[in-house]
Every structure is written in C-alpha cells, then in structure tokens.
C-alpha cells in the first residue's frame, strides 16, 4: 500500500539550532516529491519539488534532500518565523497510469525565541 | 487580485442541508482540485478536473458533488451535509497537465456540521 510518513509529527527547538524533518514513503513509480508550507489558518504553500534520489533544493534556511526512500528537510539556524507545519506530498504513477499524490500528515515545527 | 480565492472562509451549517464551497482562480490553470483536511489525515483529494466540463473523483468523493462550467470556477456542493464532513476544505489549481507540478493552495474553507 501506498504511504508517506513523516516524523517527528511535533518538534519545538530553539532559535538557530538546526534540525531535520523526515518523510518516509513506500511508492511505486515515484514521479516527484513535494514539500510544502502550513501556516495557520491558511492554505500549503509550495516550498521545493523533488524528482530523483540525489537531488537537493534550498531556499533561505531551507534544504530538501531526496534519497529512493525518503525526504528530509534540512532547517539551518531557523527563526521564529520558520514555524509551521511542513507538509510532504508524493506523487506516484500506478501500473495502469493512474496517477496519484499521497500527502503525509506533517510536522509541526515551532520556533522557540 | 490574481490567485486563488476560497469563499466562504468560514461556515456553519445543519444536518441534512445542501452547502455549496466556492473556488474562483484567475491564473487560467486547467487543472483544479478539492482536498478535505482533519486532524489525523493528510490532505486528502475529494474531486479534481482536468478542464471546463472534466471531472473525475479523487480518493473520499462520497457524498460531494463538483461541476466545472467554466476553467476558473469549481464549487463543490455537499448534497445533504453529515457531522462526518466537518472538515477544513482546501481549493487547489495547476499551471500544467503534468501531475509532477507544483499546485497553489486557496486560503481553506473551514466547514462545521452541527
């Protein structure tokens, strides 16, 4: 069965100490994995597309990274307003060419001043 | 302004009535989408439409109805709304065909079921 995972699902750190946010998945037919940004009350916000193991992306403090079975998104000495909830989103194309994108259920990331 | 907008932002409605979701984009994108977000899920995909007049179900389209007249509109009508699709609803559109594209999130509709 399809999945994605990610963990931690809650993870509070201080300002300027890096951390990475895991996602896991177990797909056929990897076509692209996506992460986005949560904040409160709004909708995901695109952040990086990833489509092959070994590729990496950054953007500011942000780095995602993509290995045959999982994501990480590297956060260097993040700040308050990095606090949100990352969202990782899979895209997969079946058998019969059926495609499909499979959302992890996120972490949430605070800040701590 | 161009982009994607939800309306309404928030919604309370009874058992049993029939509550319409809209989705305007002004970008022109083919594709849309309607996710349900809850606590416990992912995002997860009720309907989406490839163009004008195309409609196809995603992964939890029971009890949801979608109609696409014209590229920039998708409302999504719940027929006879239950406690269970209390959710927070979540319009989406693509600049491209191909599925490996990144989609622009709506602000969410925050719907109650009481």
């Known amino acids: 069965e399809d999945q994605v995972t990610q963990s931690p699902e809650a993870l509070r750190l201080q300002e300027g100490e890096s951390s990475s946010l895991n996602c896991s998945y177990t797909v056929s037919g990897l076509r692209g994995l996506f992460w986005y940004r949560q904040d409160p009350g709004k909708g995901p916000e695109f952040l990086f597309t990833l489509y092959s193991a070994g590729e990496e992306k950054e953007k500011e403090r942000l780095k995602a990274t993509l290995t045959k079975k999982e994501s990480f998104l590297h956060i260097t000495a993040p700040k308050p307003e990095d606090s949100a909830t990352y969202l990782c989103?899979?895209?997969?194309?079946?058998?019969?060419?059926?495609?499909?994108?499979?959302f992890g259920k996120g972490t949430r990331l605070h800040i701590l001043p | 302004d161009a982009g994607i907008t939800q309306s309404p932002r928030y919604k309370i409605t009874e058992t049993g009535r029939q509550v319409t979701l809209m989705c305007h984009q002004t970008?022109?994108?083919?594709?849309m989408f309607w996710y349900r977000q809850d606590l416990g899920h992912g995002l997860r995909l009720i309907y989406y439409s490839a163009a004008a007049d195309i409609t196809d179900k995603g992964e939890v389209p029971d009890g949801y109805v979608v109609s696409r007249s014209k590229t920039e509109n998708f409302p999504l009508t719940l027929e006879s709304a239950t406690r269970s699709q209390t959710s927070v609803y979540f319009c989406a559109s693509k600049i491209s065909e191909a599925m490996n594209t990144e989609a622009f999130f709506g602000q969410g509709t925050r719907l109650t079921v009481v």
């Open positions: 989103a899979v895209h997969r194309r079946g058998r019969n060419r059926d495609d499909k994108i499979i």
């Open positions: 970008w022109s994108h083919s594709y």
